[in-house]
């Protein structure tokens, strides 16, 4: 009884398309898709320039040394 069967989700699409129309959906489907992708080529133009910049070291380390457990930060 606490999860919603197959049935259940169709009317509530059902219901959501009624309310928004089908091409506002659309429109918002495609807007998250956009917004995800320029995320990913964000993330990966930022882990590159890290890794030009840091000799190679991951853009993640934030000033941890492999030998010390912390290093101070200018």
């Known amino acids: 009884m606490g999860t919603l ?4 989700w169709l009317i509530v699409l059902l219901v ?3 309310i928004f129309g089908t091409k506002k959906l659309r429109n918002i489907g ?3 898709g956009g917004a995800a992708r320029s995320f ?5 133009t930022e ?9 190679g070291a991951p ?4 000033g941890i040394n492999p030998d ?3 290093e101070p930060s200018d």
Request: charged share 25%; no cysteine; hydrophobic share 35%.
């Open 40 to 44: 990913r080529e964000g993330m990966r």
């Open 5 to 8: 069967s197959i049935w259940h």
């Open 68 to 70: 010390k457990t912390a």
């Open 47 to 55: 882990e590159q320039a890290g890794l030009q910049i840091g000799e």
């Open 16 to 18: 959501v398309s009624m």
């Open 59 to 62: 853009a993640h380390s934030h």
């Open 30 to 32: 495609s807007d998250l």
